[in-house]
């Protein structure tokens, strides 16, 4: 196991809040110490059949947690979604039927499979019918007696309805108490969220603590913002990317984010480094089409694989023109060069730069790529090969020939 800073640095990565990060080390610590791995939590209303991208946000920490050696522990709210978490909604939410909910939670661990590891020594599944149905009225009456109405009243969901006058049923206010019950049934050491889980979540530490248990360190992760570029990613709203569409419509999809989405979803969604993404999204170096491509390549591959993003992308390509394989224009400038030549000589033949001091700038900027390579020291002697192709910025382009 790395170190247990490497490890803090790594599972904070990506995270909005930690409740609390030296709390977090002494876990880890205690862990490392004692060769038990941490129970890192996450629970799962099985509200619709299909899990999306925004749900990936948190499992993908689930998984940065399987990672460093600890277990992953899914709850699947069967019985939590027969009421409907009141998170963020302006009214009460529909109560699902007990086929419905069945129904959506037979394909959530399939689905999650693709971003976890199901192994058995780092997974573990549980429904939280398993306790919470067969509590009595008197186990409801001393589960709710922890926690006062004003204390419930602050959250901000039932604040908002209170002030605008919406009313705020009875059974909604059980439901973070109910998710706060399931940490202290399966004794949970780290507990993951959206940002929209904080108050649901940090009950639950004074849940455990009622209950003699150390308190779990609570994780929040950023929400994913859907295709609207405003509200967050739901299949209610329709601008969600879903884990199991095909290819090509998650390409056609991605292609239509906001260009103010990329880097949201390029650190959110994928591993690439932050270097790269900078390049990426620096408008002098790549235009925003060629970063969605890399963007769409990158998440279909990992939910389908690399000929799937392959074929999406010559698919979308063919139905939409513009660009071919690879972000380049489908017709450009042609020159014919020596196969050998000095960088700043080249640019400055392609019609990129008027003087050497010019060609240099530019190269220093990063801004000239030969065959999408930046070209950093404009003394270089390159061999080129017919064929390549040498572009400034985002939009110019000049086919070389030899």
């Known amino acids: 196991m790395?170190?247990?800073?490497?490890?803090?640095?790594?599972?904070s990565r990506g995270c909005d809040s930690i409740y609390s990060e030296e709390e977090l080390k002494k876990k880890l610590t205690k862990s490392a110490e004692s060769g038990k791995p941490l129970r890192v939590k996450l629970g799962m209303d099985p509200t619709a059949p299909d899990l999306t991208l925004g749900h990936t946000v948190v499992l993908r920490k689930l998984r940065d947690f399987q990672d460093m050696g600890h277990r992953a522990v899914l709850i699947i709210g069967d019985y939590t979604a027969r009421i409907g978490d009141p998170t963020g909604k302006s009214k009460t939410r529909p109560v699902l039927s007990d086929d419905?909910?069945?129904?959506?939670?037979?394909?959530?661990?399939?689905?999650?499979?693709?971003?976890i590891d199901l192994s058995d020594d780092k997974f573990e599944m549980r429904r939280n019918s398993e306790w919470l149905a067969p509590m009595s009225f008197?186990?409801?009456?001393?589960?709710?007696?922890?926690?006062?109405?004003?204390?419930?009243?602050e959250r901000d969901t039932f604040m908002n309805r209170q002030k605008a006058g919406v009313e705020i049923h009875l059974h909604e206010l059980f439901y973070p108490q109910m998710q706060a019950h399931d940490s202290v049934q399966i004794k949970a050491d780290v507990e993951l969220g959206g940002t929209d889980q904080t108050f649901n979540n940090l009950l639950g530490r004074d849940f455990q603590k009622n209950a003699g248990q150390a308190p779990q360190v609570v994780i929040t992760t950023p929400l994913l913002v859907g295709l609207d570029g405003t509200e967050k990613m739901s299949k209610s709203l329709g601008n969600y990317v879903a884990v199991t569409d095909s290819p090509s419509d998650m390409f056609g999809k991605l292609m239509s984010i906001p260009d103010a989405l990329m880097r949201n979803y390029f650190?959110?969604?994928?591993?690439?480094?932050?270097?790269r993404i900078d390049d990426l999204l620096n408008m002098s170096m790549t235009h925003p089409r060629d970063a969605k491509v890399a963007l769409a390549r990158d998440i279909i591959t990992q939910y389908h694989d690399a000929a799937s993003a392959e074929s999406a992308a010559e698919e979308f390509f063919r139905i939409h023109g513009g660009q071919s394989q690879g972000g380049l224009p489908d017709d450009m400038p042609e020159m014919s060069v020596t196969s050998e030549i000095v960088a700043v000589d080249l640019v400055i033949q392609c019609g990129f730069a008027d003087t050497k001091s010019a060609a240099r700038r530019l190269m220093a900027e990063g801004g000239i790529r030969l065959d999408g390579e930046k070209i950093t020291d404009p003394m270089a002697t390159l061999t080129i090969s017919s064929g390549a192709v040498i572009q400034r910025g985002k939009r110019k382009f000049v086919r070389l020939t030899v």
């Open 100 to 115: 419905e909910v069945d129904a959506n939670a037979q394909t959530y661990i399939e689905q999650a499979g693709k971003v």
């Open 138 to 153: 008197a186990d409801v009456i001393r589960m709710t007696s922890q926690v006062t109405v004003a204390r419930m009243l």
């Open 267 to 275: 650190e959110l969604l994928t591993r690439v480094e932050g270097a």
């Open 2 to 11: 790395p170190p247990i800073d490497e490890q803090l640095a790594y599972l």
